[in-house]
Nanobody
Framework: QVQLVESGGGLVQAGGSLRLSCAGS????????IAWYRQTPGNERELVAR???????NYADSVKGRFTISRDIAKNTMYLQMNSLKPEDTAVYYC???????????WGQGTQVTVSS
């Protein structure tokens, strides 16, 4: 059973930076797609960034050039470096792992990011 544990959210002023972390087994595996999603009240969860099983990275248009997804294989940890934050980035951020073998999805507990103007 995969458990993903997030950390790193908080309150930051517009223009600032935060780094989110997500630790869990399977993050280092190339058989899994790893991703960050975010959700605001009343809206569906949306993809922010991901690393696919072919190591391709994808970003939502709204975060391109500001956010970077990465992982540390030795630590089984994924990161989301968020720079030049905007108030519209305010959301609960979730890390996600999808197994290409089983198709199962796993989620972190979510961490709140609030960007003040």
């Amino acid at each position: 059973q995969v458990q993903l544990v997030e950390s790193g959210g908080g309150l930051v002023q517009a223009g600032g930076s935060l780094r989110l972390s997500c630790a869990g087994s399977g993050i280092a595996s190339s058989f899994n797609t790893i991703a960050w999603y975010r959700q605001t009240p009343g809206n569906e969860r949306e993809l922010v960034a991901r690393i696919t099983t072919t190591t391709t990275t994808n970003y939502a248009d709204s975060v391109k050039g500001r956010f970077t997804i990465s992982r540390d294989i030795a630590k089984n940890t994924m990161y989301l470096q968020m720079n030049s934050l905007k108030p519209e980035d305010t959301a609960v951020y979730y890390c996600n792992l999808q197994s290409s073998i089983t198709g199962r999805n796993y989620w972190g507990q979510g961490t709140q990011v609030t960007v003040s103007s």
